[in-house]
């Protein structure tokens, strides 16, 4: 019987070697294609006699080549000598906190909260690395970072170099040089450094943004440990972890610790795509999720810190808050987009361009705004004295505003607000407790006040606290609980889930969805 895996030819053994060998080389090259898993065959290949001895070990090079993980060592090898170590020393005289010796007013207020919050231990070193400070003394503190050009420019934190009396970064060549700080910009926690002395191994930004999924590598200098590589991938983007009005994390699980501040991730082109910021740590130590600052919000400040020392944004002036699904369904949108105006500022570019509470923007110069903190990032990327077109939601109706944005002022930024926890409630059910805002000491002459919130009531759920005035409810100015009762059973009885209630609290002002349910 004949044997179905060789070629006959019985005239010519010559010609059976011949084919045979081609043969082999089609299954080498058929393996190859299958993938890593596949090639486990290959060594164990046994070659017919008289094949030719050199090619013979070429295969079975490239088949082992072929069966190694592939790894990031040409990678490291190209970018790592740009990643720095940066050593800071200031007073110790200044308060410490639970981000164990770091000055507060380092942190921008929203971080210093997630730190609070999800940060390391009370008396554990912060996220620079900065050791814990007993009285007064000189503090020394520790981050990274990475040059940008050959002539010295570099990338922090703010937070790491914020209020330093001396700034030393240490290549990683091991040389410790000078720095000096060019700018900083709390609000995303950037800052700009300078060595002389140089030129330097650098690398850039990237222009392109991750995908969820993508290989990284985070370098930096955790625990002090300078030089240090770690790998993961992008878990996430687009992150709000409530460190301000720009929050536009990228999550990755590359381990990443105590003195990686500031420190870069880069892709596996050796492009960085993030500066890290912060982690999520219940234990003080690396948990797998860790937020980058996305390379394009880098470039844009850094820009401006490297042009003027600091950071210009837009500003039009109002108090924003997401668009819920209650409140999209109390103004009859569709969908729950767009930015809800709670409230114009004063003499701000809005209030004058006749935007008022109660307005929904849902677009900027023609692009669509999926949320508060959209629009918040899409203004403060514009420079003050540009004219914007905004496409507006009023009153059922759409209309297109111009203005000329003014510059944000250090004490009046346009915060997009959390939105309260859902719930549902009859009318009976609300739990709260009014009377009219004039009857009572220092609640204003508008409005009703809430003079008592019942725990387990659906305003309780929402946020409403005791001295909180309602201005509106559906669009209507109130000023006595009966007011309130009528406006709310009007919407019950045209079968509307919720109504929309304006309310303020202290200074601020914000919209409330209500749900009312069925009468």
């Known amino acids: 019987m004949m044997n179905p895996s060789v070629i006959p030819a019985p005239n010519s053994p010559k010609k059976s070697r011949v084919l045979s060998a081609r043969r082999v080389i089609l299954l080498a090259t058929t393996i190859a294609s299958l993938g890593v898993g596949a090639l486990i065959v290959v060594p164990g290949l046994n070659l017919p006699n008289g094949y030719p001895g050199a090619l013979a070990q070429n295969l079975?090079?490239?088949?082992?080549?072929?069966?190694?993980?592939?790894?990031?060592?040409?990678?490291?090898?190209?970018?790592?000598?740009?990643?720095?170590?940066?050593?800071?020393?200031?007073?110790?005289g200044a308060q410490t906190s639970g981000l164990g010796g770091e000055n507060m007013e380092n942190v921008p207020p929203g971080l210093r909260e997630f730190f609070r919050r999800f940060g390391m231990p009370d008396g554990q070193n912060g996220p620079g690395g900065m050791p814990r400070g007993h009285g007064r003394g000189l503090i020394t503190g520790q981050g990274s970072g990475f040059f940008i050009s050959a002539d010295g420019y570099?990338?922090?934190?703010?937070?790491?170099?914020?209020?330093?009396?001396?700034?030393?970064?240490?290549?990683?060549?091991?040389?410790?040089?000078?720095?000096?700080?060019?700018?900083?910009?709390?609000?995303?926690?950037?800052?700009?450094?300078?060595?002389?002395?140089?030129?330097?191994?650098?690398?850039?930004?990237?222009?392109?943004?991750?995908?969820?999924?993508?290989?990284?590598?985070?370098?930096?200098?955790?625990f002090g440990l300078g030089g240090t590589v770690t790998a993961g991938i992008v878990s996430a983007r687009g992150r709000d972890i409530g460190a301000g009005a720009y929050d536009d994390f990228i999550q990755i699980d590359a381990p990443v610790n105590k003195g990686n501040s500031g420190g870069p991730t880069f892709d596996t082109e050796g492009n960085v795509i993030g500066v890290n910021t912060a982690i999520f740590s219940p234990s003080g130590g690396s948990v797998g999720i860790a937020f980058?600052?996305?390379?394009?919000?880098?470039?844009?400040?850094?820009?401006?810190?490297?042009?003027?020392?600091?950071?210009?944004?837009?500003?039009?002036?109002?108090?924003?808050q997401p668009v819920s699904q209650d409140i999209a369904d109390s103004l009859g949108l569709k969908k729950a987009?767009?930015?809800?105006?709670?409230?114009?500022?004063?003499?701000?570019?809005?209030?004058?361009?006749?935007?008022?509470?109660?307005d929904v923007i849902i677009a900027v110069n023609g692009q669509p705004v999926k949320?508060?903190?959209?629009?918040?990032?899409?203004?403060?990327?514009?420079?003050?004295?540009?004219n914007v077109k905004l496409t507006v939601l009023h009153k059922g109706s759409e209309k297109t505003i111009s203005l000329t944005l003014g510059e944000l002022p250090n004490a009046k930024e346009a915060r997009a607000t959390s939105e309260d926890s859902d719930g549902s409630a009859d009318l009976g059910k609300l739990g709260l407790t009014l009377a009219p805002a004039a009857r009572v000491a220092g609640a204003g002459a508008q409005g009703v006040v809430i003079t008592?919130?019942?725990?387990?009531?659906?305003?309780?759920?929402?946020?409403?606290?005791?001295?909180?005035?309602?201005?509106?409810?559906?669009?209507?100015?109130?000023?006595?609980?009966?007011?309130?009762?009528?406006?709310?059973?009007?919407?019950?009885?045209?079968?509307?889930?919720?109504?929309?209630?304006?309310?303020?609290?202290?200074?601020?002002?914000?919209?409330?969805?209500?749900?009312?349910?069925?009468?």
Do not use: C
């Open 371 to 386: 949320d508060a903190r959209d629009l918040a990032k899409k203004i403060g990327a514009l420079a003050p004295k540009t």
């Open 452 to 519: 008592g919130v019942d725990a387990s009531g659906a305003a309780a759920d929402r946020g409403f606290s005791t001295g909180d005035v309602i201005l509106e409810v559906a669009g209507k100015s109130v000023s006595t609980p009966a007011d309130v009762r009528t406006v709310i059973a009007s919407a019950r009885s045209e079968g509307k889930r919720s109504v929309l209630l304006r309310v303020k609290s202290g200074d601020n002002t914000r919209f409330v969805a209500l749900p009312v349910g069925r009468g």
């Open 154 to 222: 570099a990338v922090t934190n703010n937070h790491v170099v914020d209020k330093a009396d001396t700034v030393q970064i240490t290549t990683d060549d091991g040389k410790t040089h000078n720095a000096k700080v060019i700018g900083a910009d709390p609000r995303t926690d950037l800052a700009l450094i300078k060595v002389d002395n140089g030129p330097f191994p650098y690398v850039k930004l990237s222009d392109k943004s991750p995908r969820i999924g993508d290989w990284v590598l985070a370098v930096g200098n955790p």
């Open 60 to 92: 079975t090079e490239q088949a082992r080549k072929l069966q190694a993980p592939v790894g990031f060592a040409d990678i490291v090898e190209k970018v790592k000598p740009a990643v720095i170590s940066v050593r800071v020393k200031m007073d110790g």
């Open 292 to 320: 980058a600052i996305p390379a394009d919000t880098v470039t844009s400040v850094i820009n401006q810190l490297k042009e003027r020392g600091s950071v210009t944004r837009g500003w039009i002036g109002v108090q924003i």
């Open 337 to 358: 987009e767009g930015a809800l105006v709670a409230e114009p500022q004063k003499d701000g570019p809005a209030a004058k361009a006749g935007i008022e509470a109660g």
